[in-house]
């Protein structure tokens, strides 16, 4: 009897869910012409997009209460906080007490009051990082942060470097190596995955950790955590180079096709891909009648005026054999 009350239970069940799935799909099409519904938030309804039917009205703005037509106009109405994020070692989720001494009408605190709220920031720092793991974490990060800063790298590129140190913080990859290797290592591994690549002499000016650690330690992350890393092409380095020297978009678009030349000719195999853009902006600049010295392109790519010679003569042979007179 139980059996049959349970099987009953569960068909009801399945058909309820049934019923439910079709109302959500006649919803989404017009009950008239079989068209696409859209939403018109202005009027609060639910109409057609091919004949106009009004299917719901009267529909609840679940939006804010107010309107602002900037940006600092909305946050300065905005009552809720940021979204989580991962470059927060709590992802945001915790309280942050100012460190302002005021109250909420802007009013200096007495010497109690400051007292006071200097023991609650003490506790609540002590809370938000309440084990090793959490400490390891919000170092790193910031240490991440730092170093995107400097290398003027945008937030994508800081998340993903934030998801990959996390990943490596639950692999247990971290023994026997320092925070900032391997914070360094998930940084250079996120810019060369989002195609924003930075060379590892810049990486590791920037970094608390030497060149050989950081190749050692990039080597090691993205072999245990099975990250996929495309090869770094020199036209990525491109408009970087080109924006730094102050160029014209002529000259960044004849830098790739001499880049492109010199693939098709196979000059890149081997060759550093930082030294093959530098030498393509420079030969490109002298080929549209720009104004730039090897030295200029040298500090900008950070590289040395011989390797710049050296792949800029490559460049123009392979440019004259894959465009032949």
Known sequence: MSNIRTYTNERESTDERTEETARADEREECPECGGRLISDTEHAETVCEECGLVVEEGEIDRGPEWRA????????????????????????????????????????????????MQRLRTWNERFRTRDSKERNLKQALGEIDRMASALGLPENVRETASVIYRRALEEDLLPGRSIEGVATASLYA????????????????????????????????????????????????????????????????????????????????????????AAGVYAAALLTNEKVTQNDVSEVANISEVTIRNRYKELLEASNTATPA
């Not at 491109?238 to 096709?257: I, N």
Request: avoid cysteine.
């Open 69 to 116: 037509f900037d940006a600092a106009e909305k946050d300065e109405k905005s009552r809720v906080g940021a979204p989580t994020t991962n470059m927060m070692h709590d992802q945001g989720l915790s309280t942050n007490i100012g460190w302002q001494d005021k109250d909420a009408y802007g009013r200096a605190l007495s010497s109690r009051q400051r007292q006071k």
């Open 190 to 277: 996120s810019a060369r995955q989002a195609g924003t690549p930075r060379s590892l002499d810049e990486i590791s000016a920037v970094s608390r950790v030497d060149k050989m650690e950081l190749t050692r330690t990039y080597r090691y992350v993205i072999r245990e955590l099975g990250l996929e890393v495309q090869p770094a092409d020199p036209e990525q380095y491109v408009p970087r180079f080109v924006s730094d020297l102050d160029l014209s978009d002529e000259t960044e678009r004849m830098a790739r096709e001499l880049l492109e030349s010199a693939r098709q000719e196979g000059v890149h195999s081997g060759k550093s891909p930082v030294g093959l853009a």
